[in-house]
Nanobody, 122 residues
Framework: VQLVESGGGSVQAGGSLRLSCVGSGFTYSRFCMGWYRQYPGKHREGVAAIYGGGGRPWYDNSVKGRFTISQDSASNTVYLQMNGLQAEDSAIYYC?????????????????WGQGTQVTVS
């Protein structure tokens, strides 16, 4: 199993970035895909997630209206479009594959992780 992120970088406040994550080695449609971020010295926190089989995504309140998660199941790729970036969005962003919890409408039991990509907003 492999998850490979790309698209991180440095941007000025108010700018945009688009992250991509390509998965391989697992049945994409049976998993959910999520984006998580980690600040120095902190635990990873969820940003957005979507079920590989489709459906309404989940967003953390801090990014609602600014970030959009989408996917291309044909290429096992999940995206995170980040608009209106703020300094507090600066973190390492990871994608992960897990099991969709329909009761909590979230991506849990995270089994696979990418290597992470740095996002810096100044």
């Amino acid at each position: 199993v492999q998850l490979v992120e790309s698209g991180g970088g440095s941007v000025q406040a108010g700018g945009s970035l688009r992250l991509s994550c390509v998965g391989s080695g697992f049945t994409y449609s049976r998993f959910c895909m999520g984006w998580y971020r980690q600040y120095p010295g902190k635990h990873r926190e969820g940003v957005a997630a979507i079920y590989g089989g489709g459906g309404r995504p989940w967003y953390d309140n801090s990014v609602k209206g600014r970030f959009t998660i989408s996917q291309d199941s044909a290429s096992n790729t999940v995206y995170l479009q980040m608009n209106g970036l703020q300094a507090e969005d600066s973190a390492i962003y990871y994608c992960a594959a897990g099991i969709w919890d329909r009761d909590r409408w979230s991506c849990n039991d995270l089994r696979y992780w990418g290597q992470g990509t740095q996002v810096t907003v100044s």
